[in-house]
Nanobody, 124 residues
């Protein structure tokens, strides 16, 4: 079992930056692939970014490529999402997810474990 807790969300003006963190419990964190997803009001949850267990491979949605960076610190059991040049359309609840690589079709999912989410609001 893995428990995930997101933090770092908030209100920011367009063009600003935020860094989300996802702290994971469990000794198996370093062997899990990690992903970030988001869900805006009235929309389906969508993939944002993911990182392999080693941190060597990353994958991004086209909508955030060049603006967001995913990283991980296995010593701290934490994955990060650095979000720069934020736009109002980035407003959503952001969720962290984890899964053993063997359970994934690819880095976009499907993921087994989910956090509760953290709200990101970008004002224009």
């Amino acid at each position: 079992q893995v428990q995930l807790v997101e933090s770092g969300g908030g209100l920011v003006q367009a063009g600003g930056s935020l860094r989300l963190s996802c702290a994971a419990s469990g000794r198996t964190f370093s062997s899990y692939a990690m992903g970030w997803f988001r869900q805006a009001p009235g929309k389906e949850r969508e993939f944002v970014a993911a990182i392999s267990w080693s941190g060597i491979t990353t994958y991004y949605a086209d909508s955030v490529k060049g603006r967001f960076t995913i990283s991980r610190d296995n010593a701290k059991n934490t994955v990060y999402l650095q979000m720069n040049s934020l736009k109002p359309e980035d407003t959503a609840v952001y969720y962290c997810a984890a899964s053993p690589p063997s359970r994934l079709r690819d880095l976009r999912g499907p993921y087994d474990y989910w956090g509760q989410g953290t709200q990101v609001t970008v004002s224009s």
